[in-house]
């Protein structure tokens, strides 16, 4: 009984063996399935990220072929036709600015600058007086005698064609309050069409044809400054306090004294100066473009043509 017993007892013993191993082998077999589970969910989110055209690097695959997602435009980029151009004309002459244009093609003319009456390498500059005589002696000129009748382009005299060149004053500086430019005006029985230069411009003395030509801009090397005009009036040249308005920085006079009052007394002179009302207003703080040409056959007066800056784009 006792031998029997004992083999009883290691038959017991095997069977509880066996089934701890049959536990152990369905744990395994769990985890493994486990396993499997998680790689394929992991499998099917580098499918779906591999797929989103965001997460591809600007592209899409069809039929092998890879398709390039355009990038959206940069609205501040300069217009290449407009850089074009800058870039050329700066070729030609080291003066030149920029572009001015209205929005309407009133007016759409290059502009210069000399800053004195010799250039960055201390040469004087080669230019005529209006009868065209080459000046020798430059001590009764300054900067912006320069071009009022020599030709950016060719550097030659140049009163008929184009009557000269359309220029920004000697003093200024881009960052200065008020821009000054002027341009000449033809009378119209020499030049009937009236479109060269700052001509075009005697049409805003009319009331009736402000709103269709308000807006205008300055193309620049790294910007362009979009203006409205506020105002448009005539002064006499030989009238001191009318030609104090020609100035770059509005509390500096004209001699380099400081003047804080100015503005506020001259935005009350323009406004009573003013051939009409526009809904437009100047502040202290505004930076102005101011535009200046003659009035037909009245050689003592001036068109001045008031903007306000309204925006300004950078480009790259």
């Known amino acids: ?5 004992k083999k009883k007892s290691k038959n017991t ?6 089934n701890k191993d049959g536990s152990i082998q369905k744990f395994i077999i769990i985890i493994l399935l486990g396993l499997l589970i998680v790689f394929a969910l992991f499998g099917f989110l580098i499918v779906l990220l591999t797929d989103n055209p965001k997460n591809n690097n600007n592209t899409n695959t069809v039929d092998n072929e890879p398709t390039v997602i355009e990038e959206p435009v940069d609205e501040n980029r300069m217009n290449n036709e407009l850089r074009v151009k800058w870039l050329s004309n700066k070729s030609i002459n080291k003066d030149y600015v920029g572009e001015l244009s209205f929005d309407s093609g009133l ?4 502009f210069v600058q000399a800053k004195d009456v010799y250039d960055e390498n201390g040469n004087l500059y080669t230019f005529y007086t209006e009868d065209g005589a080459k ?7 300054n900067g912006n005698d320069v071009y009022i009748w020599t030709n950016w382009k060719t550097g030659e005299y140049d009163r008929v064609n184009e009557g000269g060149s359309v220029f920004m004053d000697y003093r200024n500086e881009l960052s200065d309050q008020n821009l000054i430019i002027y341009g000449h005006h033809f009378a119209r029985d020499w030049d009937p069409k009236g479109d060269k230069q700052f001509t075009p411009l005697d049409k805003l003395l009319k009331e009736d044809d402000y709103a269709g030509n308000k807006y205008l801009q300055i193309v ?6 979009r203006y409205v005009v506020t105002n448009v009036y005539i002064i006499s040249i030989y009238n001191s306090d009318d030609v104090q308005i020609l100035r770059t920085n509005m509390s500096v006079d004209l001699y380099g004294e400081d003047d804080p009052d100015f503005f506020e007394n001259y935005i009350d002179y323009i406004n009573e100066s003013s051939r009409y009302t526009t809904s437009e207003t100047l502040k202290k703080d505004d930076k102005l473009l101011t535009l200046v040409t003659c009035i037909q056959h009245q050689p003592q007066y001036r068109q ?9 784009i950078d480009y790259n």
């Open 107 to 110: 007016v759409d003319v290059s």
């Open 1 to 5: 009984m006792s031998i029997m017993g």
């Open 13 to 18: 013993a095997q069977f509880s063996l066996s």
């Open 135 to 141: 000046v020798e002696d430059p001590t009764d000129y």
């Open 220 to 225: 620049l090397d790294n910007e362009i400054r």
């Open 304 to 312: 001045i043509t008031v903007c306000k800056e309204v925006e300004r």
